[in-house]
């Protein structure tokens, strides 16, 4: 069992990452994900770099090697497990599951986490449209575009919320704007930075830009996207 630090360190960078696990991320942008000072999360990097978990270059970055993206698709396996759990049985809002998310990955055991999955009939994503990795270690990778970048007249469907905030998440909620609802979008000012939503079932709202490149869709015409691994 890795320490709780190591875990942090592994599935933060794994979020960091783009898809392919190629790139390499600054040690300051891994600082600011994991909460701490460069110099305590290079200190952290050079440990696991000699363990066998990172790839590290001082003056380029960092990145997984294969066990070290393994064991940080098996952290964040259990933490999208979780939050689905607590949504779905326990009936939490989805506004305030991700910290108790972050207590419990590093503490549940795998037999307990697999039983979990088993009563929840194996969900592919969690209750913000995050892609839940397999037991086997593969995650969907198909992509989606933000709602940010979709004209007005436009139908979409909200797939992914990429903000935790429980504020947002709350926002989302109240206006119908969860993955998996539709959503037409009336209006663009790009003057003001704002966009005009009509959620099916739902009044019109008005969300900033900015926001609206947290919420990841698809085009409401489009079939469902085929499952992408890696």
Do not use: C
Not at 139 to 158: K, M, P, Q, R, W
Not at 161 to 185: K, N, S, T
Request: charged share 30%; proline share 5%; net charge negative.
């Amino acid at each position: 069992m890795h320490s709780t630090a190591v875990e942090n360190y592994l599935k933060h960078l794994f979020l960091e990452q783009n898809d392919d696990g190629e790139e390499l991320v600054a040690m300051g942008r891994l600082a600011s994900a994991v909460g701490v000072t460069p110099g305590t999360a290079t200190t952290m990097v050079k440990t696991l770099a000699e363990s066998g978990l990172l790839d590290y270059e001082p003056r380029g970055g960092v990145r997984l090697t294969p066990a070290g993206r393994k064991l940080a698709l098996h952290v964040v396996r259990r933490h999208r497990i979780i939050e689905t759990f607590l949504v779905k049985v326990l009936g939490l809002d989805w506004s305030e599951v991700h910290d108790e998310a972050e207590d419990l990955e590093h503490v549940i055991s795998d037999r307990v986490l697999e039983k979990i999955d088993q009563i929840l009939n194996h969900p592919e994503r969690d209750p913000h449209g995050d892609p839940i990795p397999t037991a086997r270690g593969t995650i969907d990778t198909a992509e989606h575009e933000s709602l940010a970048t979709y004209d007005a007249g436009t139908d979409v469907s909200v797939v992914r919320v990429l903000d935790q905030d429980p504020e947002f998440l709350q926002f989302l909620a109240r206006h119908r704007l969860r993955p998996g609802q539709r959503v037409a979008i009336q209006g663009r000012d790009e003057v003001a930075e704002a966009m005009t939503l009509r959620p099916e079932s739902g009044n019109p709202v008005t969300i900033g830009i900015g926001k609206a490149a947290k919420i990841l869709v698809r085009a409401a015409t489009d079939a469902a996207p085929e499952r992408r691994e890696s």
